[in-house]
């Protein structure tokens, strides 16, 4: 039997944040504000950061490893928003010229009562060489704890 090369999964995160939806809807529609938790970090250097949020609209960001032997890219579309509610989006991520996966994510928003209930949501295909969806899930769970130190001090 041949070793199938794409790996399919779908994983779903949950956060609860004590801030409002608006705010929260806003750290991912702001690009200056989305830049502070989803491109910089310990980890990766950010090389490029460009976003355009609308349907349609492009979101591309480049990283480089801190020891610089490694660069990444995450090109992302939006696909629908629906403004404090909800967001749809495709990404695929590359190491070098590499694609390693493509993703469909939706974020979803919701009020709770003490602040945003947030729930992502993505669908993706791994490709040979990829890093795979557990280092992918954790990947999104990182980042998301990331928006939720952001948003303390927003």
């Keep these: 039997m041949t070793q199938r ?3 399919h999964d779908t994983f779903v995160l949950e956060r609860s944040y004590p801030a409002a939806v608006e ?3 806003a750290a991912f529609s ?6 502070r938790w989803f491109a910089e970090g310990e980890e990766l250097q950010p090389i490029e950061f460009e976003m355009d949020f609308r349907v349609g609209g492009q979101e591309r960001v480049r990283f480089r490893s801190k020891d610089g032997k490694l660069t990444f890219t995450n090109h992302t579309v939006y696909q629908h928003i629906l403004q404090g509610q909800h967001l749809v ?3 695929t991520m590359s190491v070098g010229e590499t694609c390693i996966s493509s993703s469909q994510a939706t974020v979803e928003f919701l009020p709770a009562h003490n602040g945003t209930r947030l729930i992502f949501t ?3 295909a791994y490709f040979e060489g ?8 954790a990947g999104w ?9 952001t948003l303390i001090v927003m």
Excluded: C, H, M
Excluded at 130 to 137: E, I, K, S, T
Excluded at 141 to 149: A, E, I, T, V, Y
């Design 30 to 35: 702001n690009p200056a504000k989305k830049r």
């Design 141 to 149: 769970s990182k980042l998301l704890d990331q928006l939720g130190n």
């Design 122 to 124: 993505e669908q993706g």
């Design 130 to 137: 990829a890093d795979g969806p557990q280092v992918r899930q």
């Design 89 to 91: 989006f495709v990404y």
């Design 5 to 7: 090369s794409i790996v």
């Design 23 to 25: 705010g929260v809807f």
